[in-house]
Nanobody, 119 residues
Framework: QVQLVESGGGLVQAGRSLRLSCAAS????????MGWYRQAPGKQRELVAR???????NYADSVEGRFTISRDNAKNTVTLQMSSLKPDDTAVYFC?????????????WGQGTQVTVSS
Protein backbone atom coordinates (compact mmCIF):
# COMPACT_ATOMS: atom_id res chain seq x y z
CA GLN A 1 0.00 0.00 0.00
CA VAL A 2 0.99 3.60 -0.61
CA GLN A 3 -0.10 6.60 1.40
CA LEU A 4 -0.25 10.13 0.00
CA VAL A 5 -0.47 12.89 2.61
CA GLU A 6 -1.28 16.42 1.48
CA SER A 7 -0.68 19.61 3.40
CA GLY A 8 -0.82 23.34 2.86
CA GLY A 9 -4.46 24.05 2.10
CA GLY A 10 -6.43 26.83 3.72
CA LEU A 11 -8.28 30.11 3.30
CA VAL A 12 -6.61 32.87 1.31
CA GLN A 13 -7.65 36.13 -0.30
CA ALA A 14 -7.79 36.48 -4.06
CA GLY A 15 -4.48 37.47 -5.56
CA ARG A 16 -2.45 35.78 -2.86
CA SER A 17 -0.37 32.63 -3.01
CA LEU A 18 -0.56 29.20 -1.42
CA ARG A 19 1.69 26.16 -1.53
CA LEU A 20 0.47 22.57 -1.43
CA SER A 21 2.71 19.64 -0.65
CA CYS A 22 2.21 15.90 -0.92
CA ALA A 23 4.43 13.17 0.50
CA ALA A 24 4.23 9.55 -0.62
CA SER A 25 5.23 6.63 1.56
CA UNK A 26 4.84 2.88 1.65
CA UNK A 27 5.59 0.18 -0.91
CA UNK A 28 7.33 2.23 -3.56
CA UNK A 29 9.98 1.24 -6.06
CA UNK A 30 9.48 4.13 -8.44
CA UNK A 31 6.91 6.90 -8.64
CA UNK A 32 6.13 7.59 -12.27
CA UNK A 33 3.79 10.54 -12.91
CA MET A 34 2.59 12.66 -10.00
CA GLY A 35 -0.11 15.24 -10.14
CA TRP A 36 -2.68 17.48 -8.56
CA TYR A 37 -6.39 17.39 -9.27
CA ARG A 38 -9.22 19.42 -7.82
CA GLN A 39 -12.93 19.10 -7.30
CA ALA A 40 -15.22 22.03 -6.67
CA PRO A 41 -18.72 21.56 -5.21
CA GLY A 42 -21.09 20.17 -7.81
CA LYS A 43 -18.33 19.66 -10.36
CA GLN A 44 -16.26 16.74 -11.57
CA ARG A 45 -12.70 16.21 -10.48
CA GLU A 46 -10.34 17.86 -12.94
CA LEU A 47 -6.64 17.86 -13.67
CA VAL A 48 -4.70 20.84 -12.36
CA ALA A 49 -1.13 19.83 -13.17
CA ARG A 50 0.97 16.73 -13.69
CA UNK A 51 4.70 16.09 -13.72
CA UNK A 52 6.63 13.10 -15.00
CA UNK A 53 9.53 11.52 -13.20
CA UNK A 54 11.83 13.30 -15.61
CA UNK A 55 10.24 16.67 -14.90
CA UNK A 56 7.97 17.17 -17.89
CA UNK A 57 4.87 19.10 -16.90
CA ASN A 58 1.42 19.86 -18.18
CA TYR A 59 -1.17 22.24 -16.77
CA ALA A 60 -4.84 22.95 -17.11
CA ASP A 61 -5.42 26.04 -19.23
CA SER A 62 -7.10 27.74 -16.28
CA VAL A 63 -3.93 27.63 -14.16
CA GLU A 64 -1.21 27.95 -16.80
CA GLY A 65 1.17 30.72 -15.83
CA ARG A 66 -0.15 30.96 -12.27
CA PHE A 67 0.60 27.52 -10.82
CA THR A 68 3.89 25.62 -10.79
CA ILE A 69 4.27 21.92 -10.09
CA SER A 70 7.55 20.41 -8.94
CA ARG A 71 8.77 17.19 -7.37
CA ASP A 72 11.63 15.73 -5.41
CA ASN A 73 12.24 12.16 -6.53
CA ALA A 74 14.58 11.41 -3.63
CA LYS A 75 11.93 12.41 -1.09
CA ASN A 76 8.88 11.16 -3.02
CA THR A 77 7.20 14.52 -2.77
CA VAL A 78 5.30 16.78 -5.13
CA THR A 79 4.52 20.45 -4.61
CA LEU A 80 2.05 22.84 -6.18
CA GLN A 81 2.90 26.51 -5.89
CA MET A 82 -0.25 28.53 -6.55
CA SER A 83 -0.05 32.26 -7.26
CA SER A 84 -2.56 34.94 -8.24
CA LEU A 85 -5.32 32.81 -6.78
CA LYS A 86 -8.90 33.41 -7.87
CA PRO A 87 -12.21 32.51 -6.23
CA ASP A 88 -12.68 29.98 -9.06
CA ASP A 89 -9.68 28.08 -7.70
CA THR A 90 -11.70 27.15 -4.62
CA ALA A 91 -11.88 23.37 -4.42
CA VAL A 92 -10.61 20.29 -2.67
CA TYR A 93 -7.19 19.53 -4.09
CA PHE A 94 -6.07 15.91 -4.40
CA CYS A 95 -2.58 14.53 -4.86
CA UNK A 96 -2.20 11.64 -7.29
CA UNK A 97 0.68 9.26 -7.92
CA UNK A 98 1.36 6.46 -10.37
CA UNK A 99 3.51 4.01 -8.40
CA UNK A 100 5.48 0.94 -9.42
CA UNK A 101 6.43 -1.72 -6.89
CA UNK A 102 8.01 -5.07 -7.76
CA UNK A 103 6.68 -5.04 -11.30
CA UNK A 104 3.19 -3.87 -10.42
CA UNK A 105 1.84 -0.44 -11.21
CA UNK A 106 -1.02 1.22 -9.32
CA UNK A 107 -2.57 4.64 -9.04
CA UNK A 108 -3.13 6.30 -5.66
CA TRP A 109 -4.98 9.32 -4.32
CA GLY A 110 -4.50 11.46 -1.25
CA GLN A 111 -7.37 12.36 1.05
CA GLY A 112 -7.61 15.91 -0.29
CA THR A 113 -6.97 19.35 1.14
CA GLN A 114 -9.40 22.26 1.00
CA VAL A 115 -8.37 25.48 -0.71
CA THR A 116 -10.75 28.41 -0.34
CA VAL A 117 -10.12 31.70 -2.11
CA SER A 118 -12.15 34.66 -0.95
CA SER A 119 -12.92 37.64 -3.15
Amino acid sequence: QVQLVESGGGLVQAGRSLRLSCAASGRISIINDMGWYRQAPGKQRELVARISRGGSTNYADSVEGRFTISRDNAKNTVTLQMSSLKPDDTAVYFCNADVSFIGRRNNYWGQGTQVTVSS
